[in-house]
């Protein structure tokens, strides 16, 4: 993904980010195309990013590894858990509906409101 992306997003008056990141919720962190700054700055204009994974039965976690932490901690992006990226971009756009506070905005996001994040997962779920 081409970092520059983000800045298109805020120029054209997005409220709100969802990037598909790969496995645990890897992005671009160390090259000249970290995701880094551009998340820092659509966060400080009060754009939430939000991060999901593309593995269909996967879970991103930003405690795992250092470049996560840095997404989330550094950054300010959150991670969602085992939602799907689509769940997440409906959701998002219907919490953007309801509210405009950013607190409130991750608030609803991280909140298993009809069952989008699975606290459990087994092979019985998916393997059948």
Not at 37 to 55: D, G
Request: charged content about 25%; glycine content about 8%.
């Amino acid at each position: 993904m081409e970092p520059d992306v983000i800045d298109y997003y805020i120029k054209k008056g997005y409220r709100g980010i969802v990037i598909a990141a790969t496995a645990l919720g890897h992005v671009n962190t160390w090259t000249e195309k970290s995701l880094i700054p551009y998340i820092k700055k659509a966060v400080s204009k009060n754009i939430p990013v939000f991060i999901t994974t593309q593995t269909i039965y996967g879970r991103v976690n930003p405690f795992v590894y250092t470049n996560l932490r840095k997404v989330s901690i550094e950054a300010g992006g959150t991670y969602l858990k085992d939602i799907l990226p689509e769940t997440a971009y409906i959701k998002l756009g219907w919490v953007l509906g309801q509210t405009q506070d950013m607190d409130k905005v991750k608030e609803i996001m991280l909140e298993n409101c009809k069952g989008e994040f699975n606290d459990k997962l087994s092979p019985e779920m998916f393997l059948n």
